[in-house]
């Protein structure tokens, strides 16, 4: 039997480690393009792993799936639009809080994902202990500790999205950001609406597309446009909205992304231990003090005078060595002397 080709794509910040990760799964094989009618750039490359064909797709960098940028609207439409079998959310270990807004995100979406915990190096060396089998329980979904530049992890890497394409793998879950009951209730409501026409739930989860029409996404009004109820589900946003806004006096995206970083802190606390830095840290900690603008040329001084009264106070037994030394040679030629 010939399994269908597994579709990767490569999400995450700015930066992270993306293109290095997707070099280091592709190789060689990969042909770069542009994204239709626009200059930003396609990379795409082919693989075979454990008996599967695999085609990566490379993503520009984002911070959030809204759609304000070009970056986020390629990477928001390539997931929603051409549904990728498995994203690959590459994440900076050393950034673990800021990069993991994203994963809320596509776990929003219900995007079947493996994260690349990358930078993996640079995480240990600021003192971070993560327990990435914990984490991916949190999370939902499988995480592979990786560092793109020296090709480590990138085997597991593909062990992992292979397992998730084939709904193998015991980590992947579906699991929900929690909101807070008030939010959850509001949520509710608006997929209570949205369920009255049943072609919006198979094209979409109702969940993501209330939370993204809460949170005032226009790309995500757009799409709602297509269908006939879509007046008086926007009619329940509305209404949701105003109920939240005046009930927590805060805008909705913002009582939203809060949730969201609630939602990362408690899995950051349960998941990463920070223990003192490498020695590196600890000499840079020293070269800081010694070159301050302050402290530098007292210490200097200080230095230079301890080595000054160091010569003396070592330089005497030499003395007294060479002095006792050199005393019985003068009795002795004195003997000698006429
Ligand atoms: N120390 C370390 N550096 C890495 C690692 N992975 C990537 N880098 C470096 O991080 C920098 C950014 O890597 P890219 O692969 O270009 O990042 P990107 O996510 O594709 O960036 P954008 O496409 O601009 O969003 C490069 O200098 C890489 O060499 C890693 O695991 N460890
Ligand atoms: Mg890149």
Request: proline share 3%.
């Amino acid at each position: 039997m010939k399994t269908r080709e597994i579709t990767v794509g490569l999400v995450g910040n700015p930066n992270c480690g993306k293109t290095t990760i997707f070099n280091a799964l592709t190789g060689a094989r990969q042909k770069v393009a542009n994204w239709s009618g626009v200059t930003v750039e396609k990379r795409e490359g082919r693989l075979k792993h454990a008996g599967a064909a695999i085609r990566v797709i490379d993503l520009p960098g984002i911070y959030s799936l809204t759609s304000y940028s070009m970056e986020e609207i390629i990477t928001r439409d390539f997931i929603i639009d051409d549904r990728p079998d498995v994203i690959v959310n590459v994440v900076d270990a050393g950034n673990l809080e800021r990069n993991l807004y994203l994963t809320t995100q596509l776990i929003n979406i219900g995007a079947r994902s493996v994260i690349a915990l990358n930078m993996f190096d640079e995480a240990a060396n600021k003192g971070l202990v993560i327990d990435s089998e914990r984490l991916g329980t949190l999370l939902g979904m499988p995480v592979v500790k990786t560092v793109g530049t020296r090709s480590i992890g990138i085997t597991e890497l593909l062990d992992r999205i292979v397992q998730v394409a084939q709904g193998a793998d015991e980590t992947a879950r579906h699991i929900h950001i929690p909101f807070g009951d008030d939010v959850e209730a509001e949520i509710r409501a608006i997929q209570q609406k949205m369920r009255e026409d049943e072609t919006i739930g198979k094209r979409y989860s109702t969940r993501w597309l209330s939370v993204r029409l809460l949170e005032r996404d226009t790309d995500a009004v757009k799409k709602l446009k297509a269908y006939p109820g879509h007046e008086t589900i926007m009619e329940q946003v509305a209404k949701s909205r105003a109920v939240l806004e005046k009930h927590f006096d805060d805008d909705i995206e913002t009582i939203i992304s809060d949730r969201r970083y609630g939602f990362i802190a408690g899995a950051v606390r349960e998941s990463v231990k920070k223990t003192a830095p490498r020695r590196v840290d600890v000499s840079d900690k020293i070269d800081r003090v010694i070159t301050n603008r302050y402290l530098g040329f007292p210490i200097l001084f200080l230095f230079l005078w301890a080595l000054f009264h160091l010569t003396f106070a070592l330089g005497e037994y030499p003395m007294n060595l060479i002095e006792s030394g050199v005393h019985p040679v003068g009795l002795a030629v004195e003997r000698l002397m006429p």
